[in-house]
């Protein structure tokens, strides 16, 4: 039998480390606000609200004075091998005011044999987000489909400053699975070992909470209980903070 205490303290850590997300076409100001009622509440808030860069702005003003950052995608969601253009939209949501820039790594050009091109794509990013904004890139894990080919995509966007790296974009099939951010953990504990620090992200089908503690265990199986935080260890969703909500109500 569960334990209401511990399942209320476990779905208020995991809810510090969701990135509250909508990245519907059809979004809007009212989208953004009626998503924002769950970023900051009595139980805790989000590590971040991620949208388009049209709504940083509305993203801004609805999350005045909670503390929570806003994230804006780039290059989103086919990940087309356009340098300048996903580094001039990293640049633009930057400048908007986001904290966190999620760009997608061109996966096709990369699947085509070109390694060289995702890595300029993810330097210039990172060069556009500077020292003001924190880069995250989705890999889209489930279109990569083997374990070497997402080690080398996550092997090159780290090399390319990635300060993250991101399982799915959510809009193709399959999205995260466990097995590749198994994968993407190797590469991520390698960085370490040269004195690179990089968080992970799941993103793309995690749903539930239990699906959301599975990526957490797996993360601190490799890295040490109580490793996980904001800094480190995110979950991309937005059906998921009710759950989440829920359980953490349940014995406030």
Not at 62 to 68: A, D, S
Not at 104 to 126: I, K, N, S
Not at 196 to 212: D, I, L, P, Q, Y
Request: with cysteine; net charge neutral; glycine share 10%.
């Amino acid at each position: 039998m569960s334990d209401p205490h511990k399942d209320a303290d476990l779905a208020r850590r995991l809810l510090s480390m969701l990135d509250l997300t909508t990245l519907n076409e059809t979004d809007d100001a009212q989208a953004i606000r009626t998503l924002a009622v769950n970023a900051a509440t009595a139980v805790g808030h989000v590590a971040a609200l991620c949208t388009w860069s049209r709504l940083i702005a509305d993203a801004l003003a609805t999350l005045k004075g909670t503390g929570v950052p806003v994230a804006a995608v780039a290059n989103f969601p086919t990940g087309e091998p356009d340098v300048q253009g996903a580094a001039a939209q990293t640049a633009q949501a930057v400048a908007a005011g986001a904290a966190e820039v999620d760009v997608v790594f061109p996966w096709r050009t990369y699947l085509a044999g070109d390694p060289a091109t995702p890595l300029q794509l993810v330097r210039a990013c990172r060069e556009a987000c500077g020292n003001g904004a924190h880069l995250k890139v989705i890999l889209e894990t489930g279109q990569l489909a083997t374990p070497a080919r997402i080690r080398e995509a996550a092997d090159i966007a780290i090399a390319g400053g990635a300060q993250f790296l991101k399982t799915s974009t959510g809009k193709t099939q399959p999205g995260a699975t466990l097995l590749a951010a198994e994968v993407m953990l190797d590469a991520i504990a390698h960085a370490q070992t040269r004195g690179v620090r990089v968080g992970f992200k799941a993103s793309g089908g995690v749903r539930t909470m239990a699906e959301a503690t599975a990526y957490l265990a797996l993360y601190e199986r490799r890295f040490g209980a109580g490793s996980a935080g904001p800094g480190v260890f995110r979950i991309g969703a937005s059906q998921l903070v009710h759950e989440l909500l829920n359980v953490a109500k349940e014995s406030a």
